[in-house]
């Protein structure tokens, strides 16, 4: 079941009308109180969220979904801002889109997302790299003895990194293998993932040992 949480009418019912062709069962809100009552009521798969909304806007949203659930979270925005394409990934978003967008963009970022959020891995998937231990099964990351809270995009992000240690990846070749399309907008997204994803990795985010950064390459996981 996908959420579509947006205000205008008019586009809610062109992306329900695109879900539902593609065999989605969806719901709608069309103001940020109703969406988020029924993302924690119904518990979706998916959420698609408009950012300007009224009673509550798609920011406030996302941060109250992402107090109790990691459930992937598309931003909808009309805004070309970079600031505000940052601030929602920041504060827990998967992905964006800009308005206006074409179905078919849009029908092949929620499929991406589902599908990282549904692969299924083998029992023994489990990846350690001192005391960090990634279970790709059960869908955690564990530092010492305490879980780690992350969004889905996070764990794929790091997991992908991680069963590829040492290995250096540009923020191109990691749009294509986490985000899972061809990205149509521009590289900032794992930018601000990755910075995300060190401050609930990382000791001392700014000194990071896990996720480096080959300047003027990419970013790797450690190999020891």
């Known amino acids: 079941m996908i959420l579509i949480v947006e205000d205008e009418k008019s586009i809610s019912e062109i992306i329900a009308f695109n879900l539902k062709k593609e065999g989605y069962e969806v719901l709608t809100a069309y103001d940020g109180v109703t969406g988020l009552k029924l993302a924690l009521e119904k518990k979706p798969e998916?959420?698609?969220?408009?950012?300007?909304?009224?009673?509550?806007?798609?920011?406030?949203?996302?941060k109250k979904i992402r107090q109790t659930s990691e459930v992937p979270i598309i931003m909808l925005t009309a805004r070309s801002e970079e600031v505000?394409?940052?601030?929602?990934?920041?504060i827990g978003a998967d992905d964006y889109v800009t308005k206006p967008f074409s179905p078919r963009e849009l029908m092949a970022r929620v499929k991406a997302n589902l599908r990282k959020k549904g692969v299924e891995q083998e029992e023994d998937d489990v990846i350690t790299s001192a005391d960090i231990v990634i279970d790709l099964k059960k869908y955690t990351v564990m530092k010492g003895n305490e879980p780690l809270s992350l969004t889905s995009r996070e764990f794929d992000l790091i997991a992908f990194l991680a069963k590829k240690k040492g290995q250096?990846?540009?923020?191109?070749?990691?749009?294509?293998?986490?985000?899972?399309?061809e990205?149509?907008?521009?590289?900032?997204t794992v930018d601000v993932t990755?910075?995300?994803?060190?401050?609930?990795?990382?000791?001392?985010?700014?000194?990071?040992?896990?996720?480096?950064t080959k300047r003027g390459v990419g970013y790797y996981f450690v190999s020891e």
């Open 46 to 62: 998916l959420i698609l969220l408009d950012i300007m909304m009224p009673g509550m806007d798609g920011f406030n949203v996302c």
């Open 84 to 90: 505000d394409k940052v601030l929602g990934l920041e």
């Open 168 to 181: 250096v990846f540009s923020r191109e070749q990691l749009l294509e293998q986490v985000w899972g399309y």
């Open 183 to 188: 990205y149509f907008g521009d590289a900032r």
């Open 194 to 212: 990755i910075r995300r994803l060190r401050t609930k990795l990382e000791a001392k985010p700014e000194q990071p040992k896990y996720v480096l």
